[in-house]
């Protein structure tokens, strides 16, 4: 999968004129980063150039540059969250004019594909082809980016968006929503969450709003437990206190629980979620998986192979519609973004600083936001 993900980024690039290059915090390789200049990006007719007015590093970042989990990137600028400001469309683009700032998804697939039209668009062109920012191509952390066919993939921000939180809406909320599609969380469905970082919040407010009764939610640092219980989460379970399953098994008398969102941990994780299920019930995965070759499925736990135990794995649909709908949650009260951010940096300058304290991870960290926009900052 590696090989079939490599992109062409190895090539110099060249710069005919000073006034056409722009700056960009990328991967130089796997383990290094850095600042470089790149020529603007070129655009199609159903594109748009787009420059940052808040950004957002993820940990999915820290896996592509320090953990080389989709292979090595060169000179590839970094990032997928973000909001922005419309600099350029392209002559067929009928939806959006430049001066107009819109949500970014981090996966914008190509909507014409026949991916998309079998209802995959997030691996439209191939396995995970619809994630395109770094990753085949330069993100979010330029002072110019592109974006493939802008009317299926950008959106309006709307009133009640706070833009310097919108780049939640990019990953994090639809990734962890995701996660509760995936599962199939039903009215008065007993969950468990396993890691409660951004996404992992996300996903324990999708089942909080799909009508979830009981939400166990799997994680330690104080501040993402205070978060997660403001998101709904009933109980708190703490993996340094022996087995999730067991735990889970005993809160449950026994029975274990309906659904099982994964957002967190490892490919030894499933194993701990399939003891934790009911006959019957489902895992929706959306846990970037970085390391281990094959994942562990317990045999008799797992019905011999006839329990019922579903397991899911999705990376986020992405696209226009999705951004509109998770927008319409936030600007009608329904999702509080403000719990995610901790941590906010004014200035273009500080992608470098958000990104390796996204790295380091302080204990205090939920996730930070560079704010781009001068109109934006904050004192």
């Not at 655009?43 to 080389?68: N, Q, R, Y």
């Not at 990032?79 to 009928?94: D, N, Q, T």
Request: with cysteine.
């Amino acid at each position: 999968m590696k090989d079939k993900l490599k992109l062409n980024c190895k090539k110099k690039h060249k710069i005919k004129n000073k006034e056409d290059s722009m700056k960009g915090f990328a991967m130089l390789g796997i383990g290094k980063t850095g600042w470089i200049e790149k020529p603007e990006p070129e655009m199609g007719p159903l594109d748009a150039l787009v420059k940052p007015i808040a950004l957002a590093p993820c940990s999915s970042d820290i896996h592509t540059v320090w953990e080389g989990a989709i292979g090595d990137r060169h000179d590839m600028i970094l990032g997928h969250e973000a909001a922005g400001e419309i600099v350029k469309v392209g002559e067929l683009v009928k939806d959006f004019k430049p001066g107009d700032r819109v949500l970014v998804p981090a996966i914008t697939p190509d909507w014409s594909s026949l991916e998309s039209q079998a209802g995959f668009p997030m691996h439209s062109g191939g396995m995970l082809a619809g994630w395109k920012f770094s990753n085949f191509k330069d993100g979010v952390f330029g002072e110019i980016f592109h974006v493939n066919d802008a009317d299926a993939n950008l959106a309006l921000i709307p009133e009640g968006v706070d833009p310097v939180l919108a780049p939640m809406l990019s990953d994090m909320v639809t990734t962890g929503f995701h996660g509760v599609e995936q599962a199939d969380v039903q009215f008065g469905d007993e969950v468990l969450v396993v890691g409660i970082g951004p996404v992992g919040l996300m996903s324990v407010a999708g089942a909080n709003l799909r009508g979830a009764s009981r939400i166990y939610a799997v994680g330690t640092r104080p501040n993402c437990v205070e978060a997660a219980k403001f998101y709904g989460a009933t109980d708190i379970i703490s993996y340094k206190d022996g087995s999730i399953s067991e735990q889970v098994l005993e809160l449950t008398n026994g029975k274990g629980v309906d659904r099982v969102i994964i957002a967190g941990g490892t490919v030894d994780t499933f194993e701990e979620a399939i003891k934790a299920m009911k006959p019957g019930a489902k895992i929706g995965n959306v846990n970037y998986l970085d390391g281990g070759e094959y994942i562990k499925i317990p045999r008799v736990e797992w019905g011999v192979g006839m329990g019922h135990k579903a397991i899911n794995g999705g990376l986020t649909p992405g696209g226009r519609l999705r951004m509109e709908k998770l927008a319409k949650l936030v600007s009608c009260g329904k999702l509080d973004l403000s719990k995610l951010v901790t941590h906010k940096f004014n200035g273009f300058e500080n992608v470098e600083k958000a990104l390796y304290l996204m790295k380091d991870k302080p204990k205090d960290l939920i996730k930070p936001v560079v704010i781009v926009a001068e109109d934006l900052m904050e004192d």
